[in-house]
């Protein structure tokens, strides 16, 4: 849900993808290989053939949106795509056409739109989304549905008293309470349908106990939060990197402009703390300074994204980096990406829908942590630290699949071929 740019861009991928208009670049799921058994094996399946994911002929798309303009005219307002590649996909662009969506602006500030649903309290409107992901089902002929939701990041919330149980939940919903946002109750609606979910943005969503029981009982996955692409994604690169050359780190400052409609919404200070949260915790997490005092202690961690309208969704981003080598000599590492933030968020987009759809498939219900590799503030049990090193979690993703086809882990350690 939130037909915006990232929804747009993920549908449009998947149309010209299946015309054979262009390459699924940066999708896992489509172009990874996964290697099993032994380096001399030589067996090196694609992912996708080896654990048998949906095709993209099989998929179908719907969604709901504040804005009624179907997903064509949606697409040339993102403004991510050249016209002349969404002109060839307009008909089955255009066929897609928001279902009134679940709003109240009090958690999106900068945003209203007239295609918003009424109800009586949030009960109601939960009831009406279960009512309209039923009728999509029944129409389309579809087996299975997944729900990510793609909307604007909404402000800052922490856990109340109404997420602790399902019970309170539920109750909640019935008096409209405020703690209680839009996308909690889209979350709601789909796990109660036993549909995995998928949070794309960084808002408090179905990481909630009430939810995650409602998971638990209807047996779906859930995912999330916030995709990572643009700077977290290189940042979660680099900062292992550095990591395991024992390179100490005094500050690191990350600096954006971007112009699309998230970075509207971002300029609230509201939605911002919640990005700047989900942003902030992976160097902390991959650093461990509580293990490395000398080396990370107190780094100097600031986040800043500006809204500059001129760039639209092609976001410019610089890390300075004040780094610590031998002795103690400092050193600078200074990274200016040029990158296109919905044109990285499509594919991991599409790849966490298919991995979710597997999970269901295989029995797996509630926090996938092997789908850490999407997002930037990964979901994880109470008891554990969430992973945020990129090729461990890259890692932890094969082997969950090797272990769902019953091949053998990999662990690198490779005695084998010297013993
Ligand atoms: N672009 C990226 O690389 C990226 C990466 C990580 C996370 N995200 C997050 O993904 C989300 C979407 O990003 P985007 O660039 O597509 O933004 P966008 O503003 O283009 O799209 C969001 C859409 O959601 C709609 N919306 C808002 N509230 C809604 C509701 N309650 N119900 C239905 N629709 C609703 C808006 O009208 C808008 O069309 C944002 O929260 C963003 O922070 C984006």
Same mark, same amino acid.
């Given at each position: 849900m939130g037909l915006g740019a990232v929804a747009t861009t993920t549908i449009a991928g998947v149309f010209a993808i299946r015309k054979g208009l262009a390459q699924p670049i940066g999708s896992l799921t489509q172009m990874g290989t996964i290697r099993l058994g032994?380096? /001399? %094996?030589?067996r090196s399946p694609r992912i996708k053939d080896f654990i048998g994911l949906s095709g993209l002929d099989d998929l179908v798309f719907g969604g709901w949106d504040i804005f009624a303009e179907d997903c064509y005219a949606a697409a040339r307002t993102a403004g991510v795509l050249e016209p002349s590649l969404l002109d060839q996909i307009r008909p089955e662009m255009e066929a897609i056409r928001p279902m009134p969506a679940v709003f109240d602006q009090r958690y999106v500030k900068r945003l209203s739109g007239p295609n918003v649903k009424t109800g009586k309290h949030k009960k109601d409107l939960a009831e009406q989304l279960i009512a309209d992901i039923r009728a999509f089902k029944a129409q389309h002929g579809c087996d299975r549905l997944v729900m990510v939701w793609t909307g604007s990041t909404e402000v800052f919330m922490t856990e109340a008293p109404v997420h602790k149980t399902l019970a309170a939940f539920e109750a909640g919903l019935e008096a409209s309470d405020d703690a209680i946002p839009s996308s909690m109750i889209y979350a709601y609606a789909a796990l109660k349908e036993g549909i995995p979910f998928a949070n794309a943005a960084p808002n408090l969503t179905a990481d909630v106990p009430a939810l995650l029981e409602l998971a638990a009982q209807t047996g779906a996955p859930v995912a999330g939060n916030d995709m990572k692409t643009g700077q977290t994604l290189i940042k979660t690169i680099i900062a292992p990197g550095l990591k395991a050359r024992m390179i100490g780190v005094k500050g690191w400052y990350s600096t954006n402009i971007l112009g699309n409609r998230d970075g509207e919404v971002l300029d609230d200070p509201e939605s911002f703390k919640t990005k700047e949260e989900s942003k902030k915790s992976a160097l902390d997490y991959i650093f461990q300074p509580q293990l490395y005092p000398e080396l990370y202690k107190d780094i100097s961690h600031v986040v800043r994204i500006n809204y500059y309208p001129p760039r639209g969704d092609n976001k410019e981003g610089w890390d300075n980096i004040d780094i610590v080598g031998w002795l103690g000599y400092p050193m600078q590492l200074k990274i200016n990406f040029l990158c296109r933030d919905s044109i990285l968020a499509a594919p991991i987009v599409l790849d966490a829908a298919l991995f979710l759809d597997l999970a269901k498939r295989s029995g797996m219900s509630g926090i996938? %942590?092997?789908?850490?590799?999407?997002?930037?503030a990964p979901m994880h049990a109470p008891e554990v630290y969430p992973e945020h090193d990129l090729f461990i979690q890259l890692m932890k993703l094969k082997n969950t699949l090797r272990y769902l086809k019953g091949e053998e882990l990999i /662990?690198?350690?490779?005695r084998e071929y010297y013993d």
């Open positions: 032994k380096r /001399t %094996e030589n996938q %942590e092997w789908l850490s590799f999407y997002f930037k /662990t690198h350690l490779g």
